[in-house]
C-alpha cells in the first residue's frame, strides 16, 4: 500500500438538535467571548437566534457579524474583524451558515491572531502565530468547508478566489445538525449536494488521492447519491439530509486529504467573471470533465459507480435538481457569448485544481470543455 499523511484532529458532534449543545461546547473549549460570523439569510430565518440561545445559556458573549456575502471577500473578513477587535478580547470564532461564513470565520481567525491582510496567507501554513479555538456549523448540504483548513476569500477588485490554507485555521469542532438545514430552499439544497457530489468525485481521482482520502470519498459518493433525491423531496424530513449532511462532510475530508481536478478549475472562471452560483458552475462541468478523464481514471469511476456510466448518472441528479445542462441556459446567457471561452480557457489553465486533475490539460483542452458545455 502506497505511504500518506493523514491528521484527523475535529470534534464531530451529529445529530438533530445538537446546536443546543453550543454552549457548553464553546465553554469546554475556553471561550466566553466570542465572534460569530453568518449572513442575513440564516438570521432570517430562526438560526442564528438558536444559536445565540444555546450561547446565552452557558453565560457567554457573542458578538455577530451577520452580513457575510456569497463569495465572500476581504472586505467581509475585514468588517468581521472590525466587530471582533471592537469587542475585544474574543476567545473563541464560530462560522455559522454555508461555505462563505465559515470561510469568513477563518479569514477573521488568521488577521485576529496573525495581523496583515488576507494576501498574505494566500498559499499553505503562512500563519506564523498560534490561532483561536473555532467551532464551525454548516447549514447547507454541500461546501465541505467544516472539514478543511482552506478559506477562500475573493479579491473585491479582480474576484479572484484566493485560497488560504493551514492546519491552524480548521475548525476544531463541527455540528452537523440536519435541522438547520430544514429551511434550505429545494433549488439551493440541489445547487450545494450536487457540489459535494462533485468533492467526492474528482478527490477520487484526483492525482494527489491516497487510500484514506479515497475511503471518504467513496463513503461519501454513497450517501450523497442515494439520498440526493430524497433530500430535496422530503425538505421536512431530516433522514436524508442528514445523511447528506455527513455525506457532504466525509466529501470535504476527502478534499482535505488529496484536491479537486478540472471540473472546479472550470467553474472558478464562471464565478468570478459571471457570478454564476459555484455549485451551478461545478455542475455544469463535471459530466464533460467525467468524459474528458475517462480515458485515464474509467476504472476508478467505475469503481466508484459500478451500476452505470457515472457522466450519465450525474447528469439524471443534475435533471431531478433542475440544473442546467448548457451554459447558454443559465440566466446570463446574454452576457457570455461563444468569443468570451477562450479568456475563460485561460484562467481555468491557471486554477490551482487544475494541475492535480487525473488526465493533464492545456488551454485547447479546457476550450473544448467550454465549448462542450456552452
Request: glycine share 14%.
Given at each position: 500500500m502506497e505511504t500518506f499523511d493523514c491528521e484527523l484532529k475535529q470534534q464531530i458532534i451529529y445529530g438533530d438538535n445538537t446546536i443546543e449543545r453550543l454552549g457548553e461546547l464553546t465553554r469546554s473549549l475556553g471561550g466566553s467571548r466570542i465572534l460569530l460570523t453568518t449572513d442575513p439569510g440564516i438570521e432570517k430565518v430562526g438560526i442564528l437566534a438558536r444559536a445565540l440561545s444555546a450561547l446565552q445559556s452557558e453565560r457567554i458573549a457573542a458578538y455577530v457579524y451577520a452580513d457575510v456575502t456569497s463569495n465572500p471577500t476581504t472586505e467581509d473578513v475585514e468588517a468581521a474583524v472590525e466587530v471582533a477587535e471592537t469587542n475585544a478580547p474574543i476567545d473563541l470564532i464560530i462560522g455559522?451558515?454555508?461555505?462563505?461564513?465559515?470561510?469568513?470565520?477563518?479569514?477573521?481567525?488568521?488577521?485576529?491572531?496573525?495581523?496583515?491582510?488576507?494576501?498574505?496567507?494566500?498559499?499553505?501554513?503562512?500563519?506564523?502565530?498560534?490561532?483561536?479555538?473555532?467551532?464551525?456549523i454548516p447549514t447547507t448540504i454541500g461546501t465541505g468547508s467544516e472539514a478543511q483548513s482552506f478559506a477562500l476569500i475573493s479579491q473585491p477588485e479582480t474576484h479572484i478566489k484566493m485560497a488560504c490554507?493551514?492546519?491552524?485555521?480548521?475548525?476544531?469542532?463541527?455540528?452537523l445538525d440536519a435541522t438547520l438545514t430544514k429551511t434550505l430552499p429545494t433549488p439551493i439544497a440541489a445547487i450545494t449536494a450536487i457540489d459535494a457530489i462533485a468533492h467526492a468525485v474528482e478527490s477520487?481521482?484526483?492525482?494527489?488521492?491516497?487510500?484514506?482520502?479515497?475511503?471518504?470519498?467513496?463513503?461519501a459518493w454513497e450517501l450523497l447519491n442515494t439520498n440526493f433525491e430524497a433530500c430535496l423531496a422530503e425538505a421536512q424530513s431530516s433522514a436524508a439530509r442528514s445523511k447528506m449532511l455527513f455525506g457532504a462532510y466525509l466529501a470535504g475530508l476527502a478534499i482535505e486529504n488529496s484536491m479537486l481536478g478540472a471540473a472546479h478549475a472550470c467553474a472558478n472562471p464562471l464565478t468570478a467573471r459571471y457570478d454564476v452560483i459555484h455549485g451551478v458552475a461545478v455542475a455544469l462541468m463535471?459530466?464533460?470533465?467525467?468524459?474528458?478523464?475517462?480515458?485515464?481514471?474509467?476504472?476508478?469511476y467505475h469503481e466508484l459507480y459500478p451500476d452505470g456510466d457515472l457522466a450519465d448518472r450525474i447528469t439524471k441528479l443534475k435533471q431531478v435538481g433542475n440544473l442546467p445542462n448548457r451554459l447558454r441556459?443559465?440566466?446570463?446567457?446574454?452576457?457570455?457569448?461563444t468569443a468570451d471561452l477562450p479568456t475563460l480557457a485561460k484562467e481555468a489553465a491557471t486554477q490551482w485544481t487544475a494541475q492535480f486533475n487525473p488526465r493533464p490539460l492545456n488551454i485547447s483542452d479546457f476550450m473544448k470543455l467550454y465549448e462542450q458545455v456552452y
Open positions: 455559522l451558515g454555508g461555505g462563505s461564513s465559515m470561510d469568513c470565520a477563518k479569514g477573521a481567525n488568521f488577521l485576529l491572531t496573525n495581523g496583515g491582510k488576507m494576501a498574505d496567507y494566500w498559499g499553505t501554513n503562512k500563519a506564523a502565530e498560534p490561532m483561536l479555538p473555532s467551532i464551525g490554507g493551514d492546519k491552524k485555521a480548521r475548525f476544531g469542532t463541527v455540528i477520487f481521482v484526483s492525482t494527489r488521492h491516497n487510500p484514506m482520502s479515497r475511503m471518504f470519498a467513496r463513503h463535471l459530466p464533460h470533465v467525467i468524459r474528458f478523464n475517462s480515458a485515464i481514471a474509467g476504472d476508478a441556459d443559465y440566466p446570463v446567457q446574454y452576457t457570455i457569448g
